[in-house]
């Protein structure tokens, strides 16, 4: 966490956390509604 800069196969992985995260509040959701 020293670095100013993240690299960027970290931001992709802090990118694909979120992704994932969304997606499965998305699936459950879609699973309330129907």
Partial sequence: MA???P???QQQ???HNIHSRFI???IRMNAHSV
């Fill in 3 to 5: 670095e100013s800069k």
């Fill in 7 to 9: 690299s960027s196969q």
């Fill in 13 to 15: 992985n802090i990118q």
């Fill in 24 to 26: 499965k509040v998305c």
